[in-house]
């Protein structure tokens, strides 16, 4: 274990000191919810009501690029040989990319957290209240799926462009379907039904429904769902790895 706590620490180090994923994780998301709250401001039935919107759907789209973070910490170039000294230390296979896994969840957890409170305590966005523990805890458990999602695609296709190609691509499909940058329901019964396709219109629901109608029925599923999917990327991870042939 303190192997695995040395890794841990290196890979919290290079998540922290990085100022373009510092800012990628503050600062986009808050000026993007900023940006789309004012455009639609007269369209949502009230003053603050499109920052509430946008300040949950936005900050769903951050949880969705957990993966992309965990991407990046696992192959950035800078820290290929670091890693690569890691792989032939005598250290469990199973220690690096799972380090790589809990530090990118560690790391979107406190930006996360900071986001939400500074949009709370600045723009007023709705949360839930005393509900609130609920949207955070979804929340958090999605962000350990994608980071282990994130670090799954890498070991399968052992290149950080080509998983953050995939995975962006695939990501903004699913927030554009789940209608995390525009509401999807008044375009017709085709697109609304297709929307439950995405991961997102299921999130995007569950929170919205804490939110404002104090319903819980959809987050212990959503919950255990996340949970047993992000178990399964943690093992296939184990069986794709084999950090001497890309590190």
């Known amino acids: 274990m303190q192997g695995f706590r040395k890794i841990l620490k290196i890979d919290l180090i290079n998540l922290f000191t990085n100022p373009m994923w510092i800012f990628y994780a503050i600062g986009f998301p808050i000026a993007l919810i900023l940006v789309m709250g004012f455009l639609t401001s007269g ?40 890693n690569m000294r890691i792989v032939f230390s005598p250290v469990r296979p199973f220690h690096i990319h799972f380090s790589k896994v809990l530090a990118t969840f560690l790391f979107c957890v406190a930006t996360c957290t900071l986001d939400c409170a500074l949009l709370h305590f ?15 805890l979804l929340m958090v458990t999605a962000l350990f799926f994608f980071s282990a999602l994130g670090v799954l695609v890498c070991c399968i296709v052992r290149s950080e462009s080509t998983t953050n190609t995939y995975l962006s691509n695939l990501l903004v ?28 219109k299921w999130l995007l629901t569950a929170s919205l429904q804490i939110i404002y109608d104090r319903d819980l029925h959809l987050l212990l599923p959503a919950c255990a769902a996340l949970a047993l999917l992000s178990a399964a990327a943690v093992l296939l991870s184990a069986k794709f790895f084999h950090g001497e042939d890309y590190l």
């Not at 003053?47 to 690029?65: C, H, K, W």
């Not at 600045?122 to 955070?136: E, K």
């Not at 699913?174 to 995405?198: E, H, N, P, T």
């Open 43 to 82: 369209g949502y039935g009230g003053s603050g009501s499109s920052y509430d919107y946008y300040g949950v759907a936005i900050m769903l789209f951050g949880v969705f690029n957990a993966s992309t973070f965990a991407a990046n910490s696992f192959m950035e170039e800078r820290i290929k040989a670091p």
């Open 122 to 136: 600045t723009l007023g966005v709705n949360y839930g209240g005393t509900f609130a523990w609920a949207v955070y």
């Open 173 to 200: 499909l699913f927030a554009i379907l789940g209608g995390l940058f525009f509401r999807v329901d008044g375009m017709g019964k085709v697109i609304a039904a297709v929307s439950w396709v995405s991961p997102a």
